[in-house]
């Protein structure tokens, strides 16, 4: 936690979001840019720290998508009227986690309202549900999907090693990441990947819970603000192929 300079006193980091406007950051949290890292058949591996973008104390992240200097707001929200209207529930944990049906010595579940199907979940030839069948005595499998699961940007998946155990949650930095997907149709803008518990409070003044993943919109067309609910991925590949067409004629 970073200090006030004249008083000495812990400032704490802080995503807050300004009422049809732009995330505001405080206390210069360090804003990076990732990638995905995809097998030859475009299955999602890990993340590629790409590099850090300076930022020096508090700054604006566009929310609308519209930007013309992304990743920083350039007041655009204001000339296009935007609607950043939040509904996304802001309670602890929901009572009512999915988990899969198999799997011993480890426990996935999954919180759907978090999801933004980012595709870490499962390779070509095999799933969650399928590798959890075989987790239970195949140490290496085990391993593969505890990464699967480290690696959900939203957080929406986490694992326990047992029914009574606490959930295992990756040490992850307080920063924020510009992350890139690739697709089938190229390499697409994704959400904003904010990590390390830092603490996020609507426009209402109503807090959302800590975690440790979360992914925030930044194209404004999620149906769950200020959440990623994925809807970047379906506009800008239909973008990307109409692009592509054009290009052959």
């Known amino acids: 936690m970073v200090q006030n300079q004249e008083t000495k006193s812990p400032v704490e980091k802080k995503i807050v979001i300004i009422k049809d406007g732009p995330y505001h950051v405080s206390c210069g949290v360090p804003l990076v840019r990732k990638s995905q890292v995809v097998s030859e058949y475009g ?3 890990t993340w590629k720290k790409e590099g850090v973008t300076e930022c020096e104390g508090d700054y604006g992240l566009c929310r609308c998508g519209q930007s013309a200097n992304k990743p920083f707001c350039d007041g655009t929200h204001r000339r296009v009227a935007f609607d950043g209207s939040e509904q996304a529930d802001t309670s602890a944990r929901q009572a009512i986690l999915n988990s899969f049906p198999t799997g011993r010595k480890i426990v996935v579940e999954k919180e ?26 195949d140490t290496q499998i085990r391993s593969l999907v505890i990464a699967m699961v480290e690696r959900c940007p939203s957080g929406a998946l986490t694992y326990r090693l047992g029914e009574d155990e606490p959930a295992i949650e990756p040490d992850l930095p307080e920063q924020i990441a510009e992350t890139i997907e690739i697709t089938e149709d190229g390499p697409i803008t994704g959400p904003l990947w904010v990590t390390g518990g830092i603490a996020i409070e609507r426009s209402d003044g109503k807090p959302f819970e800590s975690r440790n993943r979360v992914t925030l919109c930044n194209c404004g067309k999620s149906g ?8 970047h991925r379906t506009e800008q590949q239909r973008m990307a192929r109409a692009l592509h067409r054009s290009d052959k004629n």
């Open 112 to 137: 759907a309202s978090l999801c933004m199907s980012s595709g870490f979940c499962g390779f070509e030839n095999a799933g969650l549900f399928e590798l959890l069948a075989r987790a239970g005595e």
């Open 43 to 45: 299955e999602p591996l």
């Open 224 to 231: 769950n603000k200020p959440l990623c609910d994925g809807t």
